[in-house]
């Protein structure tokens, strides 16, 4: 072997020996494409791990997307804060009114197919609802006087929660009416809960207030009224099953049950603990669009990235652009309390960045659930995000910090 050649296999070797692998060089490029920060990410990480620490929280799985690559998802802490079994990244949540935002999808896929105009009556469809009530002091209740609605309660009102009905969450009188209605009773269909949901008095004549409620519920009744499907069969035939979403529906096979992640609450001493009720996996007939459905971060993902992608999934398309546009513009006429954002159909909606004094987007459109389970869809970042936990009552506390540990991560 010549000189030349003995040289040339050596700056070859050399060569090979210093140069980052083919791997290495895979992951920055898509560390670049993506323009999240690994040292970051490592930030965000640590600040959720520091808060199951001090116990405020069991445990967390978050997921992220963006421009298309997955860029980051951990799984922390606890899935049961008794039995110290740690968190896994498969782990179902019930996700409560995360269940809102899918429900009103499906029912904007039968808008598409011509069933009804958002313009409509509802009462032309549920004929209960003709004739509504409007409650006088809702603090006092039923008691306190009722008097006639001035119109009657459109579509687009029940989707933007400007029709008039509570959720029978809040301290009124009026919410503890509606509670023992459409809960206590013990609805066995949303037939019965909806029939009862239009039997109680307004909290605000329609068109005229913003009022968290249950007027999904209504969504899922007038899905069984068009379609001949149960909202069940008709999410899992229609969304559920074509996007790959195995792990969301209203129960759970025994399989799934053994990752379902316990419930949490504080005790009266302020200590996080497992609560001594947990939400019923199976049996559960009311497949209502307020709350109900179980689902995993990746599960998810795949719905709100098929709505970050205009409607389209995998070469199946489930809407039109132009209804995903409506659906995450505000439509509730800026009667939504929250500075900067208002309210579409089905989601809230970021409309002044520096009114909402935190990091996001104009045009991110997001929800979250009663369990502290919480997501966003951030078009102009081409992002999506998921954080979900098991802890009771709801604070709005994590889903603020999540989303700013979240945008901090973009280089």
């Known amino acids: ?36 920060s ?8 640590a600040y959720f791990q520091r808060e199951i620490d001090a116990g405020r929280l069991p445990g967390v799985v978050t997921l992220m997307y963006r421009k298309g690559e997955k860029v980051h998802e951990s799984a922390l802490g606890y899935n049961d804060l008794a039995a110290k079994t740690a968190m896994r990244q498969d782990q179902i949540f019930y996700i409560q009114s995360m269940t809102k935002p899918i429900i009103t999808t499906a029912f904007m896929m039968l808008y598409e197919e011509g069933y009804f105009f958002l313009t409509d ?43 008039g009905f509570l959720h029978g969450i809040g301290g009124t009188e009026l919410d503890k ?29 329609p068109g005229q207030q913003w009022n968290y409620s249950a007027s999904p519920d209504i969504l899922a009744r007038l899905i069984e009224v068009f379609s001949g499907m149960s909202p069940a069969e008709f999410l899992k035939t229609r969304l559920f099953d074509p996007l790959g979403m195995k792990d969301t529906g209203f129960n759970l096979s025994d399989a799934q049950k053994t990752r379902m992640v316990q419930l949490h609450n504080f005790n009266e001493t302020g200590v996080l603990v497992k609560s001594e009720r947990q939400t019923p996996t199976s049996g559960n007939t009311v497949f209502g669009g307020t709350h109900g459905l179980f689902s995993t971060s990746q599960d998810y993902s795949l719905f709100a990235r098929m709505m970050l992608n205009g409607g ?18 505000d439509q509730a006429n800026d009667l939504f309390r929250d500075p900067g954002k208002g309210f579409g159909l089905g989601f809230a909606v970021v409309e002044d960045l520096a009114d909402t004094k935190s990091l996001g987007s104009e045009g991110t459109f997001y929800w979250s659930g009663a ?41």
Request: aromatic content about 12%; glycine content about 4%; some cysteine.
């Open 121 to 163: 009556p509802i009462s032309k469809y549920l004929p209960e609802f003709k004739d509504m009530k409007v409650i006088l002091d809702p603090a006092k209740g039923s008691v306190g006087g009722i008097e006639p609605a001035k119109s009657q309660i459109t579509i687009a009102q029940v989707l933007s929660h400007t029709a």
């Open 38 to 45: 690994s040292e970051r990410l490592a930030r965000y990480d």
């Open 312 to 329: 389209e999934w995998n070469g199946t398309r489930y809407l039109s652009p132009k209804t995903v546009e409506i659906m995450s513009m």
């Open 371 to 411: 369990f502290c389970t919480y997501f966003f869809i951030d078009p102009k970042e081409e992002m999506v995000a998921i954080f979900m936990t098991q802890v009771n009552p709801f604070s709005s506390y994590y889903e603020n910090k999540f989303r700013q540990m979240v945008y901090q991560t973009i280089e």
């Open 1 to 36: 072997m010549t000189f030349k050649n003995r040289f040339s296999l050596f700056l070859l070797a050399i060569c090979l020996i210093s140069a980052p692998s083919f791997a290495q060089l895979a992951n920055e490029k898509s560390s670049s494409k993506a323009g999240i």
């Open 177 to 205: 009416e509606v509670a023992q209605a459409i809960y206590m009773s013990g609805p066995k269909s949303i037939e019965e809960r909806v029939k009862a949901l239009a039997a109680q008095p307004l909290a605000s004549h």
